[in-house]
């Protein structure tokens, strides 16, 4: 498994597991095949209802807990200061783990420049090794610069060859994120086939005995992205791994990195109600 350096020195697997939209009976089943399989990152969060289902698949599957990376995210009702370090605990309370590697700002609404501190607590408590926003947009990000002490060590947004995130990523370089791990969600596109079916991907699988699915995820390995794509097929979950015997040449990336950009989902300047919404995390399966 690849891996990439982290700001603080540890290392993040770039190929992972996500378990957004999964129930926890789903997790349940496919969560030990997936780290048997040999998936060591495991991406979750709070808003996925299934926290408590990771801990129990990660324990059932017999893995060594510091032989594995795992993410989750808190969402905005969590971050006002007084109120984050206790969401912090109840999430490490529900996975069943002393500590996660990654914890991130999950939405970019409420409270999160204050709550920023309390993330930095808890690097600093060894509850958290690592911290992050997700689906911050550049001025946001800003935001948090200007009170951190730690800086993000990780932003994940939409990436994929529709949407391959160049200018944004140059943006942050340029205001102090040289060293930020960039992941992305969405890495084969939003589910309507349209991605995988570019002649340029079709051309490379044949080329390279793959699918169009494992070019775009070597791809994403080429531009150091860290992806964590669902599967609940063991097949297709191995096929995903199967990604790091080729290497796409130069002008390979370049034709990739020349499609059309256009991004599947636009983060709004105001919450969705959904995000206004207090979610009672406690009550998992």
């Known amino acids: 498994m690849h891996s990439l350096t982290l700001a603080n020195g540890r290392q993040i697997p770039q190929l992972g597991y996500g378990v957004f939209t999964m129930s926890s009976e789903e ?3 496919c969560l030990p095949e997936a780290i048997a399989a040999g998936y060591t990152h495991i991406d979750t969060a709070n808003a996925y209802f299934n926290e408590v ?23 905005p009702q969590s971050y006002p200061y007084a109120q984050c370090g206790p969401d912090i605990d109840a ?26 501190r309390a993330m930095e607590e808890a690097v600093d408590s060894g509850k958290v090794r690592a911290i992050g926003l997700s689906n911050f947009p550049v001025r946001k990000v800003e935001q948090i610069l200007e009170v951190a002490r730690i800086k993000p060590a990780v932003i994940q947004v939409e990436i994929n060859p529709y949407w391959n995130q160049h200018t944004y990523k140059a943006a942050l370089t340029e ?23 570019e ?48 290497e796409l040449t130069a002008e390979e990336m370049a034709r990739v990195n020349a499609l059309p950009q256009h991004a599947y989902y636009t983060v709004p300047e105001e919450p969705p109600a959904f995000v206004l919404v207090h979610n009672d995390y406690s009550k998992q399966a």
């Open 27 to 29: 997790v349940a089943r």
């Open 53 to 75: 289902a990771v801990g129990r698949a990660v324990r059932a599957s017999g893995a060594d807990r510091e032989s594995l990376f795992v993410t989750t995210k808190l969402f």
């Open 91 to 116: 999430s490490l309370e529900r996975l069943g783990m002393d500590y996660v590697d990654l914890m991130l700002f999950h939405q970019p609404y409420g409270d999160y420049v204050e709550g920023w």
């Open 175 to 197: 205001r102090g994120l040289a060293d930020a791990v960039f992941e992305g969600w969405y890495p084969l596109g939003h589910g309507d086939k349209a991605l995988l079916a």
């Open 199 to 246: 002649p340029v991907f079709r051309e490379l699988a044949e080329k390279y005995g793959k699918t169009p699915a494992q070019v775009v995820l070597r791809w994403h390995l080429q531009e150091g992205n860290v992806v964590f794509p669902t599967s609940r097929n063991p097949e297709h979950m191995r096929e995903n791994l199967d990604v790091f015997d080729f």
